[in-house]
């Protein structure tokens, strides 16, 4: 299995603009994670969605987050519009949805906004 | 809510060495799991070792161990036999048994190693 694959690897867009990070989790993985990494807040859950359906969106920080999950395996999450503060790293992870460890990550989206 | 807290921001050790890594946490469930996570120049999140909080016995796989305490709630990682590879940033996590799912993650220690 070529693990969790995320696009694209590195994201420099403009303030205002939309941008879309992209996941393929694992097949047979029915639980997928979105993760953002800064300096100062460290690795925080933004959305987690089970059997494509989101279960718990608390962690988006604004309305301009938004994530899908139109099958079991892809999952986008977009930011409209993006602002230099989104600038992050974003990872996505999946697993097993009946276990509670075995979470996979994908290498992460870096994403710079200017 | 859980929290997980690394009051380590950055540690150094010689090569051939042994670093023990703190991690406490705070949580008023029985029932959870913790976890070690090493993170690269590379950016993947690699898992190091995992605990199960109804195990008294400590994780070990190879170079890695822990001292759990869950009495004190605290989560340590010891690496023995420090090697040039095992420098990264090293995440505590952790995750209910039950209810809701994701981790919780600490803020990081970095781990340098000294040839």
């Known amino acids: 299995d070529a693990g969790v694959i995320q696009s694209p690897r590195h994201e420099v867009t403009e303030m205002g603009q939309e941008v879309t990070l992209r996941c393929k989790p694992i097949s047979g993985h029915n639980s997928l994670f979105w993760y953002r990494q800064t300096m100062m807040r460290g690795l925080e859950l933004l959305i987690y969605?089970?059997?494509?359906?989101?279960?718990?969106d608390s962690g988006m920080p604004e309305d301009r987050f938004s994530a899908k999950m139109p099958n079991a395996s892809f999952s986008t999450l977009k930011i409209q519009p993006s602002e230099p503060r989104d600038s992050a790293v974003y990872f996505c992870?999946?697993?097993?949805?009946?276990?509670?460890?075995?979470?996979?990550f994908g290498s992460g989206t870096r994403l710079t906004v200017v | 809510a859980q929290t997980v807290t690394q009051s380590q921001p950055e540690m150094s050790v010689q090569e051939a060495e042994t670093v023990t890594l703190s991690c406490t946490y705070d949580t008023s469930e029985s029932d959870y799991y913790l976890f070690w996570y090493k993170q690269p120049p590379s950016r993947q999140m690699i898992l190091v070792i995992r605990q199960e909080a109804y195990k008294q016995q400590n994780a070990t796989e190879n170079r890695f161990s822990v001292n759990f305490q869950k009495a004190a709630k605290s989560f340590s990682l010891k690496i023995s036999d420090s090697q040039l590879g095992d420098a990264a940033m090293y995440f505590c996590a952790y995750r209910n048994g039950g209810g809701a799912d994701g981790l919780t993650f600490g803020k990081g220690t970095h781990l340098i190693i000294q040839p």
């Open positions: 992870a999946s697993k097993f949805g009946r276990l509670p460890y075995g979470y996979t």
């Open positions: 969605f089970n059997n494509n359906v989101p279960i718990d």
